[in-house]
């Protein structure tokens, strides 16, 4: 066999790209596309050579490469499409010739200059998926630069490619057009019903209230903790998406049309029902709709004892998982539900809790704090109640300062660990301890909590909520963005979003992307015109920009509508604050004309 027909096999970073509408723009013009073609081509081929690939195959608009690390193949990527799609701009947006990306790490066979295999494959499919000047990369590459290179991803799940027999996790790069998918995260939270959500790519669905059918107003409390157990326990499925609660209680007490629910949530199924409890024994129906459509895909009804309500709902979240996702393996089904709280008196004493805690205002946070602590004294071994009080501890002394910080982070410390001892494979206890660690400035034991509390509950909004705060505050904005936007995404019509808007702010803030901070801040603003934190951010970026008159009157706002948490948080460094991004906050609220005498 001469050499150059002599087959070797090695690992390789594979990078694969191809011209997104090729056919339609040659159909267009040949001649022109073929003149563009050729243009683009330089461009990338010494986008490719400076980052040490080499080109192994071309064929039409195709290009395939190998480069000896996944980092420079990424690199190569994010500088490429940057230039191309410059290059590009003075064309109409039909004639434009740019280029998908797709970049895996994996096994090659190299015959003479050619690359082929199955790692040629997987990067082949993945470039199919991305867009017009996108870039889409496996999770084996994913995992060699999540922590070196300092941009963004979209995780884009399992996706099932033409031609490969295994789903292949992808994740879709966000640098190159960060500032559109902020736009899109905003969106998400400050457009309000009406707006259509897309679709996940895994099967989806919202929980909505179930109807009391009792005629006594106590029982409402009873319908709403069955419904918010069913969310919990199919939030525990990896491989569905679920609706967090927030959002699905908006729809309470309102006639709706579960095709609007499904375009406003972007779910594809609906489960609602109605409950009716008489002395001993109860009654639920439930029945699971097909958004779209309409169409019912499957009802039951259930009478049961009273002291069976946790079997009854056991056997509802198993019955609609299956219906939804056939194809889930029996290990996926296993039941790994919260533990029933020993008295049912305990357990409505938490629902209570948490009502009044998601009212978010003083007196409401006062009276959440009095129903997690009789669901304790009920029952002392149920976590709800320890870390419902912990939220509401923590609520009281960062935003109302009803409660000092230091003895609020102290009292909610030991209740989250204690919640969490109680029951280890409880997320939201988990998460509960996240945040707490999180607001004492200890990142890397927050993280660790709540990436706990992920792998038990995949979909838990909050958790993801903690996640990117976490991220954003230990120095990592741009990833804090994209766990933001996870969490917005499942729980789309939170009543307490604006707290994550804010978030959203201040990392772009701390990114030193400070129009981007304005324009997050304006939009903020218009949907939460009383949101006593945002207008900090708001003055320190414009003071940062230099518009000092428009940064003047954001500082008197931020100074008039909170003087109590502007004074906590701007004469005092916050414990999850980085000195430098303290000192950062302040020489731009300085530059705004704010004074520290």
Known sequence: MSKEFEIQRKLAAVFAADVEGFSRLMSADENGTLRELADQRRILDEAIARHRGRIANTAGDSVLAEFPSVSDAVQCAVEAQQALEKNAVSLPEDR?????????????????????????NIASRLQSIADANGVVISSAAYEQVRKTLSLSFTDLG???????????HAFALGEAKHEAKAESLERLILAGPGVALPLPDKPSIAVLPFQNMSGDAEQEYFADGVVEDIITALSRYPSL???ARNSSFTYKGRAVDVKQVGRELGVRYVLEGSLRKVANRVRITAQLIEAETGNHVWAQRY???????FAVQDEITEAATIAIAPAIADAELQRVMRKPPGSLDAWGAYQRGLWHLAKFSRDDTVLAETFFQQAMALDPAFAGGFHGLAAAQIQAASTFMTRTMPEALDSAEALARQAVGLDRANAEALTCLGRVLLLRGEYEGGRAEVERALAISPNLASAHGILGGTMIFSGSPKEGLVALERGIRLDPRDPRSGISVNQVVLAHYYAREYETAIQAAKRVIRSYPDHPLVY???????GQTGRIDEARAALAKAIAIAPASFDLYVRHRAPWHRPE??????DGLCKAGWSQD
Do not use: P, Q
């Open 96 to 120: 434009r010739v740019l280029f998908r990306i797709g970049i895996h790490l994996g096994d090659v066979t190299v015959s003479g200059c050619d690359l082929l295999g199955n790692g040629v």
């Open 158 to 168: 399992e996706r099932r490619l033409k031609g490969l027999g295994d789903a292949v």
């Open 241 to 243: 998406f679920v609706i």
């Open 303 to 309: 009478d049961r004892e009273l002291a069976d309500i």
């Open 536 to 542: 900090r951010w708001l003055a320190a970026a414009l």
């Open 581 to 586: 991004d303290y000192a950062h906050m302040l």
